[in-house]
């Protein structure tokens, strides 16, 4: 599966206990089991449980770093997902590792990075 990671993720994720793919149900499913009508927040409620999944792993002791460093094209096909089903990203879990044992670039990145203070990107009234 590491193979579905574009290049620069597959070289940390290597050590990784587990890698899970995050889909998302773009349809509704019945109680007849039949599909139905589109979830318009499929994306957003997923996004929610991964918000979950990392808060749990790092109470259980374990990190998640969620991907979009994904051969994208690919792993739909490669998992055999129905297409009511949408890629979402991939997250790596396991245990802080040693950062020396880390690539020099990826060693250089293992910094706080600044984030963008919350006057950039929530405001009042219409766009």
Request: proline share 3%; charged share 25%; no cysteine.
């Amino acid at each position: 599966m590491l193979g579905l990671l574009i290049d620069f993720n597959q070289d940390w994720a290597k050590a990784a206990s587990a890698l899970v793919f995050v889909f998302s149900q773009k349809l509704a499913t019945a109680d007849d089991g039949s599909l139905s009508k589109p979830i318009r927040n499929h994306s957003f409620d997923t996004g929610t449980a991964w918000g979950y999944l990392a808060l749990q792993s790092l109470k259980s002791g374990y990190f998640a770093h969620g991907m979009t460093g994904v051969h994208f094209e690919r792993v739909s096909a490669e998992l055999a997902a129905p297409e009511e089903y949408h890629f979402e990203a991939a997250v790596a879990i396991g245990r802080l590792g040693n950062k020396d044992d880390l690539s020099e670039k990826l060693r250089e990145r293992e910094i706080p990075n600044n984030r963008k203070p919350l006057s950039e990107i929530a405001f009042e009234g219409s766009f």
